[in-house]
């Protein structure tokens, strides 16, 4: 029996710890809050869906495990640096925003780190509860050699849509610039993500931020082969009524992820020459949000 451990109890470590526990994947969810911790493991964790709601009770860790097959982090962006891994255990993170792969690189060595973006829609509604929105295709590859096998066979398992790439890099930042199209907005409109497809202005300043990130993306060295604002407005569309984890930071008073996303695409667009106007005022207003 594989063992997966998945860092982080917020609604995607949630949903990725529940789904592997259910298939028979052996599975630690590892949240360093002991009172936290102490909650999950009494009551599990419970996910809803349109068609089930189900409990699942994985192993619960204020520490990760010395050794397991992989693992999977889904902490916020800005904890990445104080995660204290195991070495040589492929580690694979699906966090959103930019920088996350090279911080795992830095600790554990970039042989033994995989990345990648899952567009899996899940809302947290309560310690060890979760809803599940919207299924979505979850997509990573060796940030330079690492075996992708054992975190790809459990994840199959578990039932997600893995695929898995040449580019991770890419596949990043594909995401981000979707995130910072959508989350920022949400965040400030307090609205679902469909709401922002319903009124002009929104859907204008959405497509704007998204060619920004676009611009800075490519001066990195990648390209698309779609149009990414397309691409945006699909999954707004699909996700409709999910509410971005942005927004959920706001409205749980918890420090955003603006830093690296449209931080990052601010940043590195000021290193590129690249402006990114609207960029730069919706970080702006943001962080203004977070500091009230």
Known sequence: ????????????????AARLARCGVKTTLVDYREERAAVLRKIGITVETAEETYTEKPAIATRIPASCDFI????????????????????????????NAETLAAAVGASHVLAGATSEAATWLDVGRVRHAASGRTEFGAWTTCPADAPQASLQQAGFDIS?????????????????????????LNVSNGALLEKRETRELMRDLVVEATRVAGAEGYHFGHSLVEETERICEATRDNISSMLQDIRQKRRTEIGAISGEILRRGQNAML??????????????????
């Open 164 to 188: 898995i790439t040449e580019s991770p890099g890419k596949t990043v930042w594909e995401k981000v610039v979707v995130n910072a199209g959508i989350n920022p907005l949400t965040a400030l």
């Open 72 to 99: 999977l982090v889904l902490t916020k962006a800005h904890s990445t640096r104080e995660l204290r891994l195991p070495p040589k255990t492929p580690t694979l993170t699906l966090q959103n925003g930019l920088g």
């Open 1 to 16: 029996m594989s063992h997966a451990t998945v860092i982080g109890p917020g609604a995607l470590g949630c949903l990725f």
């Open 275 to 292: 402006p990114t106007p609207r960029t730069k005022v919706i970080y702006q207003l943001v962080r203004a949000l977070e500091a009230e």
